[in-house]
């Protein structure tokens, strides 16, 4: 793949998830009954972040949790024969709360899909809000985050890779084109 355009800087992400960090305390009114949980792998990282700085602005304990969909995708016998399965961890019960699910990237629908399929086999949440970095259009489900970091129009031959340290050593988010 070759890299196309940079979107997004380090700056540029800390500033949009803080942003979006506000949004999540006002529509919420504070985070008493609400978690945070992040979609394996980079949303778990997101979350994180987001975690911190409604802390800061807050003084109150945030509760997050990291959500593995492998075993819920609809696309799962056309990834791997061995599908690597990442862990679950949510260390209080949904039921009863507003969760606030977070991913990097919004494409078709169908990671969110998996998602709610997941949440549904853990608990029985009052709400249930989509946090994303990117929306970059091309729904194939009925899908629509609640809050946006940045929607960027893009081609289907086109990726969007949102980068985070913790995992690529930088955090950016940068517009690949598939190669021929």
Do not use: F, W
Not at 60 to 87: A, C, F, M, W
Not at 148 to 163: Q, Y
């Amino acid at each position: 793949m070759k890299e196309k355009a940079k979107i997004m800087s380090k700056e540029e992400m800390e500033r949009v998830l803080k942003r979006l960090a506000l949004e999540i305390l006002e529509k919420n009114k504070g985070m008493s009954n609400s978690l945070l949980v992040g979609i394996q792998r980079r949303g778990n990282h997101l979350a994180s972040r987001l975690k911190q700085y409604i802390a800061e602005l807050e003084q109150e304990k945030v509760v997050t949790g990291v959500l593995d969909i492998t075993l819920y995708r609809d696309d799962l016998s056309l990834l791997h024969d061995q599908p690597v399965v990442h862990s679950t961890g949510i260390p209080v019960d949904i039921t009863g709360k507003n969760v606030i699910l977070v991913d990097d990237v919004l494409y078709t629908g169908r990671t969110v899909r998996a998602a709610l399929d997941a949440l549904m086999d853990l608990g029985r949440p009052a709400s249930v809000q989509l946090c994303v970095l990117i929306d970059r259009g091309h729904r194939e489900l009925p899908i629509h985050p609640d809050y946006v970091g940045k929607n960027i129009p893009t081609s289907k031959n086109e990726i969007v890779e949102v980068r985070v340290e913790e995992l690529d050593g930088v955090d950016e988010v940068v517009i690949c084109e598939r190669g021929e």
